[in-house]
Antibody, heavy 120, light 110 residues
Framework: QVQLVQSGAELKKPGASVKLSCRAS????????IHWVRQAPGQGLEWMGW????????QYSQKFQGRVTITRDASANTAHMEVISLRVEDTGVFYC?????????????WGQGTLVTVSS | QSALTQPASVSGSPGQSITLSCSGT?????????VSWFQQYPGKAPKVIIF???YRPSGVPNRFSGSKSGYTASLTISGLQPEDEADYYC??????????FGGGTKLTVL
């Protein structure tokens, strides 16, 4: 069965960076993409970006462009997202989700989420 | 501000039918039949309940249905159940940003 397992919770200081991971199993990793989505406490879902796990092509939300880098290691069936220059308002749960590389590009299966707390 | 617009809250009684709306733009809902709806319980990851406007993944009860007209997508829940109380997010492919979410609607079952 399709599973996405994300790395554990992080506590960071403002200005620091964080790199999250998302390990996929149960499907051919390079046939799909990985989305990253942020959810601030008590708030809605916010799309951050996407990587085609096959060719490494990326696309980012304009809001996060320049501060977020998404990569993948196809040999490890894992996607990573690095966020730099963290701010207190970046606190939230970050989800990865499998996506399609053509057509709708829609997310379907989701990881369990990683809580990132940014606090001095 | 979210790219797609949803009402913040909706309520209904068990057994009723309710419809959640989602308004978009010419870059997303109006131009593509790629609308998905997600259900999220507190502390849990979202789960897709409708994709490509009106298709249900296996295992999703058929009392959930989706539709689209012009700039607006809709999720209808027929025969509301207590377990349907959750947050619901619409989302769509977007030619300007690849994927967008709505701000979410909190459904309360009275």
């Amino acid at each position: 069965q399709v599973q996405l397992v994300q790395s554990g919770a992080e506590l960071k200081k403002p200005g620091a960076s964080v790199k999250l991971s998302c390990r996929a199993s149960g499907y051919t990793f390079t046939d799909f993409a990985i989305h990253w989505v942020r959810q601030a406490p008590g708030q809605g879902l916010e799309w951050m970006g996407w990587i085609n796990a096959g060719d490494g092509n990326t696309q980012y939300s304009q809001k996060f462009q320049g501060r977020v880098t998404i990569t993948r290691d196809a040999s490890a069936n894992t996607a990573h997202m690095e966020v730099i220059s963290l701010r207190v308002e970046d606190t939230g749960v970050f989800y990865c989700a499998r996506g399609y590389v053509r057509g709708s590009h829609r997310p379907d299966y989701w990881g369990q989420g990683t809580l990132v707390t940014v606090s001095s | 501000q979210s790219a797609l617009t949803q009402p913040a809250s909706v309520s209904g009684s068990p057994g009723q039918s309710i419809t959640l709306s989602c308004s978009g733009t010419s870059s997303d809902i109006a131009s593509y039949s790629y609308v998905s709806w997600f259900q999220q319980y507190p502390g849990k990851a979202p789960k897709v309940i409708i994709f490509d406007v009106s298709y249900r993944p296996s295992g999703v009860p058929n009392r959930f249905s989706g539709s689209k007209s012009g700039y607006t997508a809709s999720l209808t829940i027929s025969g509301l159940q207590p377990e349907d109380e959750a947050d619901y997010y619409c989302s769509s492919y977007s030619s300007s940003t690849l994927w967008v979410f709505g701000g979410g609607t909190k459904l309360t079952v009275l």
